[in-house]
C-alpha cells in the first residue's frame, strides 16, 4: 500500500563522515529533508559540544542581522525578496560573511551616534531659539509699569522706591515638558512660599527627543526670584523636574545677537544632519538588497552545526558517527546527496551508510501534498499513528466533508463556502507569499481544500434537501397535486393531499431529493425529522462498520491473528447482528409499508423501528397496534431477532475473556517447555559427569508474568466494556447530523422570514432602497451567522465523529512523527518566529 493508507518503512542508519567532509553532507541532506538524526551525546551539557563555538558565532552573526533588519525596519525601507534559496555557505565563507556583518554593524552604530548627538545639539539650538523668541515677550511684560503689582511682590514696596539698584531681581529661563508644568508650578509656589514669579508659554510645534525618536511637547518657561538663596532653590527644582536651563542674557541686543548665532548654526546643523542621513539611508538600502539572503546563510550554518553537535568523534578523531532514521524508499537518493556532499568538500574518503537492526519504535513518516496535508493534520491532531499503522487520512478526505455536509446541507450556504474556497486555491501562490501573522487568517487558508469540499458537498446535500437559503427549487415540477375547488381552498387553513390517489400524486419518486411542495408543507418538519433521523442512523452504523472493518488490516499486516478472531469477528458480529440489522428494518419498512397497500401493510400499521429494538434487546413480545393485525414486519422476525441478540450477547465474553486466557496458556506452556528442557540438559550434563543435579523448581507464584496477565485481563476488560457501550452511545452521537441539519434549516428559514421578507413589504421605488438595506443586513447575518457560526459547529461535531466514533474501532495514534533535519522546516519556523 502507499504511504498514503499506510506510513513509510523506516530504517535505522548508522552514518561515518569524514570531519572535513561533514559540514558539506550534512548541508546536502539538509536540503532533501529525509533524515532524522538521534542525539549520540544526550548527557553532554549544550556548552560542552565539539561544535558549540560555531554556534555562537552563529547567534552573533544572527543578532547583527537582527539589529540591521531592525533599523531597516525604523526607515521603511523595504527588503528585497527573491524568493532564492542560497546554499548553506563553506565553513570559510562564515569569515568573510562576520566581517562584512561586523562592518555593517559598526558603521550603522557610528552614524546612529553621530545622528544621535547632532540631533541632541539641533533639540538644544531649537529649545533656545524659542528660549530667547518666548522671553522677549515676558521681559516687555515686566517692563510694563501696570503690572506694578508683581515687582511689589517680589523686591517690596523699600526695594521698589530704591529704583531697583541695590536689589535686583534674578531669573532662570529653560525648558521642560508640558506634562509637567503643573507639578513644578505647584513645587516652586510651596518651595518657594510664593516669593517667585513663573511665566510659562508653550512651543507649538512638538520636537523629536533624539534617544527615543518620539515626538514630545515641551513649554518654555522663565523664573524671577530675589537672593541667592532662592536662585539656588529654584535650581534644584528645575534639576528634579529634568527641566532643561538655557543662559538669556538680560539685555537686549545681546538676546537679539545670541538668536542670530543660533539661527546660523541650526541652518549648517540641518545640512550635516541631512548629510548624515543620506548616508545612513544608502549603508541600509545597500543591506537591505541582500538581508534576506544573509538570514538565510546564516540559519543554514547555524542549523548544521547544530546536528553536527549530535555526533560522535572515533577514536581517532577524525570521523564523525551519526545515527539517523531514514525512509527505506529514499536510502539510494540520500546516498546521491552525500556523495555530492563529498564532492563539493574534496574529500577522497567516501561516506559509508550501514543500516541497524533495532526493537525501537521507528518514527511515522506519511508522505502529503498541499491538498491531503490539511486533512492529514486533522487526523495527527488526534495522535500520531503508531508505526505501519493504518492511516485514517484517505477515507477522512471523503468521509469528513460528506458528514460536515449532512449537517450544514443548503445549497446557497454551500455555494458561499465554496466560492470562498475557490478563491484562497486559485490565488494560493501570490497569497502563500503575503505572509502575515493574523492567526484567524493563516487557518482559514491552510484549510482551504477542506473548506473547498466542505462547500462542494454541502451544496450536493442541499440539492437532495432541494433547499437554498430556506427555499426550494422547482427543477423537475412537483409530483403531487391539488383538486380541491377554489370554495373548498377558501373555507379551509389547512388541506391534506392522498398520496393513494393517482389524482393527488404521481405514484412516482421525485427524480433528486425532496419534493418542492415539503416546503410549502406544514408537516415538514414532522416528515424532514423521520427521513433525517433515519438517515443519520444509517450513516453512523455504517461509519462505524467501516472503522471496524479496517482494524482487519491492521491485524492482517501486523500478522495479529488471535485479535483477528477474539477482537475482530465478535466486535462485527455484535455490531452488524444488533444495529445493522436496525438500519435493514428502515429499509424494509420503507419498501413494505405504502399508502398503495391495503390497511394492515399501510403506514398506521408500520410497528416503530425504535419500540422494536427496545423489545428485540430485552426479549419482549411485540404488541400489534391497533385495528391492525400484524405484529412483526416479516415472518419469523421474532425468532430472528432472538437469535440474533443471543449471538450478539456471547460475543461480549469472547472479547472479554479470549483472548487473556489464550495468552496465559500459551505462556504456561512455554513455561512449561523451559523448565523440562532445562531440566534434561542438566540431568544429561549430570549422568555423564558422575553426578546426580537436582531438577530447578519453578518460579513463584504471582511473580512478572501473572501481573501482565493481570494487566492483561484489565486492558481487555476495559476495552471490551468500552466497545460494548461505545456502540450504543456511539449510534446515538450519529443523530448529531439530524438534529445539526434541522437547526440549520430552521435558523435559516428564521432569518428569511423575520428580516428578508420585511424587505418586500414596500411597493414603490422607496420599497427597491429599502430592500437593498434589508438585503445587506440578511448577507450580513447569513455569513457571519449561518456560514461562519453554524459552519464552525458543524465542523467541529465533524471533527468529533472522526475523532471518537470512527478512529477509535482501528486507530491507536500512539507514535510519534518524523522530524527530518530539513532546512525548509527551520527557515519556516525561523521567519514564523521572526514576524512574532
Same mark, same amino acid.
Given at each position: 500500500m502507499g504511504s498514503l493508507f499506510r506510513s513509510e518503512e523506516m530504517a535505522l542508519c548508522q552514518l561515518f563522515l569524514q570531519s572535513e567532509a561533514a559540514y558539506a553532507c550534512v548541508s546536502e541532506l539538509g536540503e532533501l529533508g529525509l533524515v532524522q538524526f538521534r542525539d549520540l551525546n544526550p548527557d553532554v551539557n549544550a556548552f560542552q559540544r565539539k561544535f558549540v563555538s560555531e554556534v555562537r558565532r552563529c547567534d552573533e552573526m544572527e543578532r547583527k542581522l537582527r539589529y540591521l533588519e531592525k533599523e531597516i525596519k525604523k526607515d521603511g525601507i523595504p527588503m528585497l525578496d527573491t524568493g532564492e534559496n542560497p546554499e548553506a555557505p563553506q565553513p570559510r565563507e562564515m569569515i568573510d560573511l562576520e566581517a562584512t556583518f561586523e562592518k555593517l554593524e559598526n558603521e550603522l552604530r557610528e552614524v546612529n551616534h553621530n545622528a544621535e548627538a547632532l540631533k541632541r545639539n539641533f533639540l538644544e539650538l531649537t529649545e533656545l531659539k524659542h528660549i530667547l523668541r518666548k522671553t522677549q515677550v515676558f521681559f516687555d511684560e515686566m517692563a510694563d509699569p501696570n503690572r506694578e503689582d508683581e515687582q511689589v511682590t517680589l523686591l517690596g514696596e523699600e526695594g521698589l522706591r530704591a529704583g531697583g539698584q541695590a536689589l535686583k531681581l534674578g531669573f532662570v529661563a529653560g525648558v521642560i515638558l508640558r506634562e509637567r508644568i503643573p507639578a513644578f508650578e505647584r513645587m516652586l509656589w510651596r518651595a518657594c512660599r510664593g516669593n517667585v514669579f513663573l511665566r510659562q508659554a508653550e512651543i507649538?510645534?512638538?520636537?523629536?527627543?533624539?534617544?527615543?525618536?518620539?515626538?514630545?511637547?515641551?513649554?518654555?518657561?522663565?523664573?524671577?526670584?530675589?537672593?541667592?538663596?532662592?536662585?539656588?532653590?529654584?535650581?534644584?527644582?528645575?534639576? /528634579?523636574?529634568?527641566?532643561?536651563?538655557?543662559?538669556?542674557?538680560?539685555?537686549?541686543?545681546?538676546?537679539?545677537?545670541?538668536?542670530?548665532?543660533?539661527?546660523?548654526?541650526?541652518?549648517?546643523?540641518?545640512?550635516?544632519?541631512?548629510?548624515?542621513?543620506?548616508?545612513?539611508?544608502?549603508?541600509?538600502?545597500?543591506?537591505?538588497?541582500?538581508?534576506?539572503?544573509?538570514?538565510?546563510?546564516?540559519?543554514?550554518?547555524?542549523?548544521?552545526?547544530?546536528?553536527l553537535n549530535l555526533f560522535n568523534l572515533d577514536v581517532t578523531q577524525k570521523c564523525l558517527i551519526a545515527e539517523c532514521w531514514v525512509p527505506l524508499l529514499d536510502i539510494e537518493t540520500i546516498q546521491l546527496a552525500l556523495r555530492r556532499g563529498t564532492e563539493r568538500s574534496g574529500s577522497s574518503v567516501p561516506p559509508i551508510l550501514n543500516r541497524m537492526d533495532t526493537f525501537e519504535d521507528p518514527p511515522t513518516y506519511n508522505r502529503t501534498n498541499k491538498f491531503t496535508g490539511a486533512f492529514q493534520n486533522l487526523v495527527d491532531a488526534y495522535g500520531i499513528a503508531s508505526y505501519r499503522e493504518i492511516n485514517p487520512t484517505p477515507y477522512t478526505i471523503i468521509s469528513f466533508p460528506?458528514?460536515?455536509?449532512?449537517?450544514? /446541507?443548503?445549497?446557497?450556504?454551500?455555494?458561499?463556502?465554496?466560492?470562498?474556497?475557490?478563491?484562497?486555491?486559485?490565488?494560493?501562490?501570490?497569497?502563500?507569499?503575503?505572509?502575515?501573522?493574523?492567526?484567524?487568517?493563516?487557518?482559514?487558508?491552510?484549510?482551504?481544500?477542506?473548506?473547498?469540499?466542505?462547500?462542494?458537498?454541502?451544496?450536493?446535500?442541499?440539492?437532495?434537501?432541494?433547499?437554498?437559503?430556506?427555499?426550494?427549487?422547482?427543477?423537475?415540477?412537483?409530483?403531487?397535486?391539488?383538486?380541491?375547488?377554489?370554495?373548498?381552498?377558501?373555507?379551509?387553513?389547512?388541506?391534506?393531499?392522498?398520496?393513494?390517489?393517482?389524482?393527488?400524486?404521481?405514484?412516482?419518486?421525485?427524480?433528486? /431529493?425532496?419534493?418542492?411542495?415539503?416546503?410549502?408543507?406544514?408537516?415538514?418538519?414532522?416528515?424532514?425529522?423521520?427521513?433525517?433521523?433515519?438517515?443519520?442512523?444509517?450513516?453512523?452504523?455504517?461509519?462505524?462498520?467501516?472503522?471496524?472493518?479496517?482494524?482487519?488490516?491492521?491485524?492482517?499486516?501486523?500478522?495479529?491473528?488471535?485479535?483477528?478472531?477474539?477482537?475482530?469477528?465478535?466486535?462485527?458480529?455484535?455490531?452488524?447482528?444488533?444495529?445493522?440489522?436496525?438500519?435493514?428494518?428502515?429499509?424494509?419498512?420503507?419498501?413494505?409499508?405504502?399508502?398503495?397497500?391495503?390497511?394492515?401493510?399501510?403506514?398506521?400499521?408500520?410497528?416503530?423501528?425504535?419500540?422494536?429494538?427496545?423489545?428485540?434487546?430485552?426479549?419482549?413480545?411485540?404488541?400489534?397496534?391497533?385495528?391492525?393485525?400484524?405484529?412483526?414486519?416479516?415472518?419469523?422476525?421474532?425468532?430472528?431477532?432472538?437469535?440474533?441478540?443471543?449471538?450478539?450477547?456471547?460475543?461480549?465474553?469472547?472479547?472479554?475473556?479470549?483472548?487473556?486466557?489464550?495468552?496465559?496458556?500459551?505462556?504456561?506452556?512455554k513455561h512449561v517447555q523451559l523448565v523440562n528442557g532445562h531440566a534434561t540438559t542438566e540431568n544429561g550434563d549430570a549422568e555423564g559427569a558422575g553426578r546426580v543435579v537436582q531438577q530447578p523448581p519453578p518460579p513463584p507464584a504471582g511473580g512478572h508474568d501473572e501481573n501482565e496477565i493481570g494487566e492483561l485481563f484489565i486492558h481487555q476488560g476495559i476495552h471490551t466494556i468500552e466497545y460494548v457501550l461505545g456502540s450504543v452511545s456511539h449510534t446515538a452521537s450519529y443523530l448529531r447530523l439530524w438534529a445539526l441539519s434541522l437547526a440549520h434549516a430552521q435558523l435559516?428559514?428564521?432569518?428569511?422570514?423575520?428580516?428578508?421578507?420585511?424587505?418586500?413589504?414596500?411597493?414603490?421605488?422607496?420599497?427597491?432602497?429599502?430592500?437593498?438595506?434589508?438585503?445587506?443586513?440578511?448577507?450580513?447575518?447569513?455569513?457571519?451567522?449561518?456560514?461562519?457560526?453554524?459552519?464552525?459547529?458543524a465542523f467541529l461535531h465533524t471533527l468529533r465523529l472522526h475523532w471518537v466514533e470512527f478512529q477509535s474501532k482501528f486507530y491507536k495514534g500512539l507514535g510519534y512523527a518524523f522530524a527530518p533535519f530539513s532546512f525548509e522546516v527551520i527557515l519556516n519556523t525561523a521567519s514564523t518566529a521572526v514576524e512574532e
Open positions: 507649538e510645534t512638538p520636537l523629536e527627543d533624539p534617544s527615543t525618536g518620539d515626538q514630545v511637547h515641551k513649554s518654555v518657561f522663565i523664573i524671577f526670584f530675589q537672593g541667592d538663596q532662592l536662585k539656588s532653590r529654584v535650581r534644584k527644582i528645575c534639576e /528634579g523636574f529634568r527641566a532643561t536651563l538655557y543662559p538669556c542674557p538680560e539685555a537686549p541686543s545681546q538676546r537679539r545677537e545670541m538668536a542670530m548665532g543660533v539661527m546660523t548654526r541650526i541652518e549648517d546643523l540641518n545640512t550635516v544632519l541631512g548629510q548624515t542621513q543620506d548616508h545612513r539611508h544608502r549603508v541600509l538600502v545597500a543591506a537591505a538588497k541582500n538581508i534576506k539572503n544573509w538570514f538565510i546563510k546564516v540559519v543554514k550554518i547555524k542549523a548544521i552545526y547544530h546536528t460528506f458528514l460536515f455536509a449532512v449537517m450544514f /446541507g443548503d445549497l446557497g450556504h454551500g455555494c458561499l463556502m465554496f466560492l470562498f474556497a475557490g478563491f484562497l486555491v486559485l490565488r494560493e501562490k501570490p497569497l502563500a507569499a503575503k505572509k502575515t501573522d493574523n492567526e484567524v487568517w493563516n487557518i482559514f487558508f491552510a484549510g482551504r481544500y477542506i473548506i473547498l469540499l466542505m462547500g462542494l458537498f454541502s451544496m450536493y446535500t442541499g440539492f437532495i434537501y432541494n433547499d437554498i437559503f430556506s427555499k426550494s427549487l422547482n427543477l423537475f415540477g412537483s409530483h403531487w397535486h391539488t383538486n380541491y375547488n377554489e370554495s373548498t381552498v377558501l373555507s379551509n387553513k389547512d388541506l391534506q393531499i392522498n398520496p393513494s390517489l393517482s389524482s393527488d400524486y404521481d405514484q412516482v419518486p421525485y427524480p433528486v /431529493g425532496l419534493d418542492p411542495v415539503w416546503q410549502l408543507a406544514l408537516n415538514k418538519i414532522v416528515f424532514l425529522n423521520a427521513y433525517k433521523m433515519k438517515i443519520s442512523i444509517i450513516i453512523g452504523v455504517l461509519h462505524m462498520l467501516s472503522g471496524v472493518s479496517l482494524s482487519l488490516y491492521n491485524y492482517r499486516y501486523f500478522k495479529d491473528r488471535l485479535s483477528i478472531y477474539c477482537d475482530f469477528i465478535p466486535q462485527v458480529i455484535f455490531l452488524v447482528f444488533l444495529f445493522f440489522y436496525m438500519v435493514l428494518l428502515m429499509f424494509i419498512k420503507w419498501v413494505s409499508y405504502g399508502p398503495q397497500n391495503d390497511f394492515a401493510n399501510s403506514p398506521a400499521c408500520a410497528p416503530s423501528i425504535l419500540i422494536t429494538f427496545i423489545n428485540m434487546v430485552l426479549f419482549k413480545d411485540a404488541v400489534a397496534l391497533a385495528n391492525c393485525d400484524t405484529v412483526y414486519m416479516f415472518a419469523g422476525q421474532g425468532a430472528l431477532q432472538k437469535f440474533l441478540v443471543i449471538v450478539a450477547l456471547l460475543c461480549v465474553p469472547i472479547m472479554l475473556l479470549a483472548k487473556p486466557i489464550y495468552i496465559m496458556r500459551q505462556q504456561k506452556e435559516s428559514e428564521v432569518l428569511w422570514s423575520m428580516v428578508m421578507t420585511k424587505g418586500l413589504i414596500l411597493n414603490s421605488w422607496i420599497g427597491g432602497v429599502w430592500l437593498w438595506f434589508v438585503f445587506g443586513f440578511w448577507a450580513i447575518l447569513t455569513v457571519g451567522i449561518l456560514v461562519l457560526m453554524e459552519g464552525l459547529s
